[in-house]
């Protein structure tokens, strides 16, 4: 059985979006790029039209993924909790830092360190998931063991 991957509504709504642009518009875009390209004549010389197929692959690629998805994807809705969860958003503090840093545990889909999105499947993300308030979390990097302390969880 597979894992199961979280979303949140703001980016079950992008993708919904996106799959709508890309059946419509998208896909139309490129079934004219096919017909000109066979218009030209020799489709196992014609680099236009394997262009226009390796493109119409990519599309309809992402639309089955986009689709998937939104199929088996939890919805997370933003909550206040006493432990970490998918969707929690998190103030931390490295030790020996002054400096707090906060975060919102995502699914792995949307997780965007600059914008202090992390995936739940992340080592920050997995050594935080069930831990509460004052707790102080420890995990393995590239550059040694990180500690972090838990100051408050939205």
Request: charged share 35%.
């Amino acid at each position: 059985m597979p894992e199961e991957e979280f979303i949140t509504k703001v980016k079950k709504k992008a993708l919904e979006e996106e799959l709508v642009s890309l059946k419509g518009p998208k896909r139309k875009e490129i079934l004219e790029s096919l017909e000109f390209a066979k218009s030209l004549g020799d489709l196992s010389e014609n680099a236009e039209y394997q262009q226009a197929r390796e493109e119409q692959g990519k599309l309809e690629e992402r639309i089955a993924k986009i689709e998937y998805i939104l199929r088996t994807s939890v919805i997370m809705d933003s909550h206040h909790s006493s432990k970490v969860e998918v969707g929690s958003t998190i103030h931390i503090q490295k030790e020996g830092n002054k400096e707090q840093k906060k975060f919102q545990i995502v699914g792995s889909e949307e997780a965007d360190m600059g914008s202090g999105k992390i995936s739940h499947k992340s080592p920050l993300g997995l050594a935080l998931l069930g831990k509460k308030k004052g707790e102080t979390v420890s995990f393995q990097s590239p550059i040694g063991i990180i500690k972090y302390k838990i100051i408050d969880i939205e």
